[in-house]
């Protein structure tokens, strides 16, 4: 048996021996190296990073493009770092699960050091406003997951941490607050460029970061906090970047299933930790054999050969364009249908959703039906050929052990980019009919079904986690589920009408009508959710 902490330099034949590809570089070194010249930060230490961007920068420290590893910071959950980083080494086991039942093991220890990012823990913020303060840094990335850029409430408004923040109560305690804090203790040390690359999973993810820095710093600009001069260098782009991207690589949950394959094949960490704000990790990854990543390319103080790793570097109309092809179009849209019913219809796997005809017949609709007709062809990319390898390829990988429920978290928070930017090509465009579409606003209906935690059967469940769940579910209190529907527009209208939820207002594009009759339709007793599914696919579903 080999364990994490076991010197993969000097006991190499045992982990051959248990199929580990293990590092070809010192980790002590390159964590020095990291020490005195950091290069590259990670905000956000969860399961994506630890199986893509890690894997990256492994590729790149193999080949010798990199010489000194990546620093993580975690700005979440400390028990990540305590329990799962530090107590570790730093590293972790990244498996690739292939469709064909078989998987790679790569022992990953790319990463110099961590830290718990928050102003509560006086020894991370110092760490990393030191860092911030090197000339050598050239980039950080970020995996904090939509929500984490939040400075606003549902209503548009800021919310109090934020406007606390802005007023320079006490050490910022918002992600965005902490980021610009380390900008400017950057900028006080010497005015270095940086580029800050958001690689979180929705469209136009450096706005959003720039965004958030930016309003952060206007308001301290204005409360007198900084100097105008710091607001000046951030919208530098010579000084300060922020390059969109594009990532997809399926990365559920760590598997007890997984766990157990690697027990028997002479690995000794496996042990998933559940941690007290509901993180779940392990020492661990497993993720699909499928990847792609793109980034503009908007470096500053420079960057290392990212494209020797497969990373494909390119212009920000690109990037834009590969990125509302998957998340607005084929893939993200599809993956939060099939959350909402599989959590609605009692499913714990994405592998078996597809297996149904009816789901797949709903995706294969949304996807090749509504969404490819208005999405651009990237060209780095086919969108025709990318949807076609998720239906026969990637969501069918029983390897993958996914679920609808860690999809449906925040769905509050992806529903604006996953459909609305389809919905608004439909407004838009004179070649097409908003009123034609039929499988989005079933979908949308859906959710508002999903809302009321009360499935398929009738029974009461759990809905995932979202920032807006309290304040959604309180306008669904009262619907019955006897058949009764002279109050469905009553209780969807709050809903319906939020333009953080729906930019493109449902009561104007005149959807809402649609997903009402829709809604009222699955709350006319038990089975009525997948009946309403199978009355609309005889309706107006297409073979594809």
Sequence with gaps: MVKLVDSYLEKAEEFKSANIQVPLFDQEKIAERAAENPTWIHFGGGNLFRCFHAVVAQDLLNKGEMNAGVIVAETYDDEVIEKMYHAYDNRFLSVTMKADGNFDKELIAAVADSFYFNAENIEGWAALTRIFENPSLQFTTFSITEKGYSLRDSQGNLTALALSDIQGAGKPVTNMGAITYLLYARYKAGKFPIAMVSTDNFSENGQKLQEGVLTIARGWVENEIVEQSFYDYLINPQKVSFPWSMIDRITPNPSETVGQLLAASGFEDTEILHTAKHT????????????????????????????????????????????????????????????????????????????NPDLLALIKNLGYGEALPVVKNPKIINPRDFIDQLLTKRLPNKNIPDTPQRIAADTSQKIPVRYGVTIGHYVTNPKFSVSSLEFIPLVIAAWCRYLTGINDDLAKFTPSPDPLLDELQSYLASAKFDGSTENVSELLRPILSNKSIFPQEMYVTGLAGKIETYFAQMLTGKGAVFATLKKALANHGKDY
Excluded at 292 to 321: C, Q
Excluded at 322 to 350: E, R
Aim: proline residues 5%.
């Design 280 to 355: 779940n990790i392990a020492p661990f990854g497993n993720t699909e054999e499928v990847h792609y990543l793109v980034i503009e390319d908007s470096f500053p103080n420079g960057r290392p050969a990212l494209e020797k790793a497969g990373v494909i570097m390119t212009d920000r109309d690109t990037v834009n364009d590969a990125d509302q092809m998957k998340v607005t179009a084929c893939l993200n849209p599809l993956h939060t249908a099939l959350a909402v019913f599989g959590c609605l219809l009692d499913y714990h796997s994405i592998a078996d959703e597809v297996a």
